[in-house]
């Protein structure tokens, strides 16, 4: 009869010197800047409902609104626009894209950092676990927030584009050569990430 291996015991860690554990504790100073986010995310889900309530609203006739939207998207025309077109229709819904993009972005800046920086969440199993936390690292988190930037510029670029009358040539080359510059530095950093790792599986 073999014997059974003897069942395996956790690690139990050792406390921490007082030095080594006060530099360890000083990662939930930044517990304040993630609440920071929050309430930002805040102010934009507040936003986002009032540029909705002013769209309905100007969809229905309402000229105070459909003022307001004229206003915030910087859309101009040479003749009084009275009523609701395409362009403005759609220079409205890409800044609400946008403004769900950037919160997409707050999200992950704000769980991934937590998850990573902070403290663990414990939330493995739990059924609204998001699909990319599980995986999630610094390498990991800096590709995800780079080509979460690359769309929010793509949303800039194609609003500029659409309003292309009310900017000027340097304006459009500059915000052109600044969404290329985002593409290229997240090529970079996801090529950095992929070298990094192939060196740390040959160390293994």
């Known amino acids: 009869m073999l014997d059974t291996p003897p069942p395996h015991t956790p690690k ?3 406390p921490l010197r007082p030095l080594p554990g006060l530099i360890f504790a000083s990662r939930w100073l930044q517990l304040p800047l993630y609440l ?3 309430a930002a995310q805040a102010v934009y889900v507040f936003h986002f409902w009032v540029e909705l309530v002013h769209l309905l609203e100007a969809a229905f006739g309402s000229q105070d609104a ?3 939207l004229i206003t915030s998207i910087g859309y101009k025309q040479t003749v009084a626009i009275t009523s609701l077109n395409e362009t403005v ?3 409205v819904v890409l800044a609400l894209i946008d403004v769900v993009m950037i919160s997409n972005l707050l999200i992950m800046v704000i769980v991934g950092g937590y ?5 663990r969440m414990n939330l493995e199993g739990h059924p609204d676990q998001p699909e990319w936390l599980s995986h999630v690292n610094a390498s990991v988190l800096k590709v995800k927030l780079a080509t979460a930037i690359i769309g929010i510029s793509s949303i800039h670029l194609l609003k500029t584009f659409i309003n292309a009358d009310n900017y000027s040539d340097r304006v459009l080359i500059a915000q052109t050569a600044i969404h290329i510059t985002f593409l290229l530095s997240a090529i970079a950093i996801a090529y950095t990430d992929k070298i990094m790792s ?3 599986e040959r160390r293994h």
């Open 66 to 68: 459909l003022q307001k």
């Open 12 to 14: 139990v860690a050792s």
């Open 198 to 200: 192939g060196i740390a």
């Open 115 to 119: 998850e990573t920086f902070v403290s």
């Open 89 to 91: 229709i759609m220079l």
């Open 36 to 38: 920071g986010l929050i």
